[in-house]
């Protein structure tokens, strides 16, 4: 990539922050816009898994956030009905990697904004993105007028404005399940653990942030229809506590949760192509993903860090991209898919089913809990910043 490129990022999520970060560090000029008026987030938590992790410890800010974290071992899985734990996942299955980090969303932004602007970043605010008129050379107009780059990264989520731009997207279709997230207080001395309760057509993820002062949760719900595709949609306690009230007896800081935030779960297809001209996807915008992995975030860290490695050995912008998604588009594909298919797995409704699939998961976490991890090291123990990759 030519030196002296001007790079735009559009979107200061942990993925914008981590790809502006990466590339700043290499010596390029980036420059972050943000169509908030500052960097908030409405109260959440995320998980950054091992894999996550060894970018983060690649760019030099593992350790910033391992003091605001809690870090844990294990997902545990839960009979809602019976109260009795089913599983038990071994997160740090190895030793070598970065441990699973459990965080307010807040936190990992702040700590990423700090690591930018100390990088030389120019993250500019209340800068939004309208239309994006030429791919190569780039231009595209703010609400403050026209504006150009050498390089524009879309990092700017499910409605990213780069998709629409380069896609001719079919629209998304409802998966039939809605979420609901919360923040509580730790009242109830959760552990250092996620955990997931399971009921018929139901779920619900704990675990603690914050220092253990929070709770955080999400609750997801099947239901037949939802008209608004939004992730600040602000509903009741009682809405949520009338929906999920099965879940009292094992969960009874439900009964504290005041101004929960609602979204219906839509399923958009990993985009085919992630460039176009000089203009390329990341995150969401290029393969939003389904929660029920947690690799989100994780994810577009993954991207962060690899856009900013191809771009790095590539000749020119054009070759870097494709690299780029070359690189990247097998991997997220079987993450998305492998997401989808884990949502049924906790809403068993038939009776014999739910006892049969209970069964087999306690039997292996006692049996053979090495396995029940190993499933799972293709995604957590995999490090993007130690790839090995042929000469471009």
């Not at 399923?267 to 203009?279: E, L, Q, Y």
């Not at 994810?299 to 490695?309: C, I, Q, T």
Request: glycine share 6%; hydrophobic share 45%; proline share 4%.
């Amino acid at each position: 990539m030519e030196s002296d490129s001007r790079i735009t990022v559009i979107g200061a999520g942990p993925g914008g922050l981590s790809v502006a970060l990466a590339l700043a560090q290499q010596g390029a000029q980036v420059r972050v816009l943000e169509k908030s008026y500052e960097l908030t987030e409405v109260g959440a938590g995320i998980q950054l898994s091992s894999n996550g992790g060894y970018v983060l410890r690649a760019l030099g800010i593992y350790d910033a956030l391992f003091n605001l974290s809690v870090p844990t071992k294990a997902v545990e899985l839960y009979d809602a009905l019976s109260a009795k734990r089913v599983g038990r996942i071994d997160l740090n299955a190895h030793a070598q990697g970065p441990l699973h980090l459990m965080a307010h969303r807040q936190e990992v932004i702040s700590v990423l904004e700090l690591a930018c602007r100390k990088a030389g970043v120019d993250i500019q605010f209340n800068k939004k993105v309208l239309e994006i008129s030429s791919f190569d050379p780039v231009c595209f107009y703010t609400d403050t007028g026209e504006d150009t780059a050498d390089l524009l990264i879309c990092a700017d989520g499910l409605h990213s404005i780069g998709r629409a731009a380069i896609l001719d997207d079919a629209m998304p279709f409802f998966t039939g399940q809605a979420a609901w997230r919360a923040v509580v207080s730790n009242t109830s001395n959760h552990p250092n653990i996620a955990r997931i309760y399971m009921a018929p057509k139901k779920h619900v993820v704990s675990y603690p942030i914050r220092g253990g002062a929070l709770i955080n949760l999400v609750l997801v719900e099947k239901r037949a229809s939802w008209v608004k595709e939004s992730w600040s949609e602000q509903s009741t306690g009682a809405a949520l506590q009338d929906t999920f009230h099965e879940f009292f007896s094992i969960l009874p800081f439900l009964k504290e949760v005041q101004e929960p935030y609602i979204w219906g779960l839509f399923r958009h297809p990993v985009a085919p192509n992630w460039s176009k001209g000089r203009v390329v996807l990341m995150g969401d915008a290029a393969h939003p993903t389904l929660p029920f992995m947690a690799q989100g975030a994780n994810l577009a860290l993954e991207d962060a860090w690899v856009l900013a490695d191809a771009l790095s050995k590539a000749q020119s912008i054009k070759e870097g991209l494709q690299h780029y998604q070359s690189r990247r588009l097998e991997r997220v594909k079987r993450i998305v898919m492998m997401a989808e298919r884990n949502a049924w797995k906790y809403h068993l409704s038939l009776p014999p089913l739910r006892w049969a699939a209970h069964r087999v998961i306690s039997l292996m976490s006692r049996f053979a809990p090495r396995y029940m991890a190993d499933q799972f090291d293709w995604i957590y123990g995999h490090d993007v910043t130690q790839e090995r990759i042929e000469k471009l």
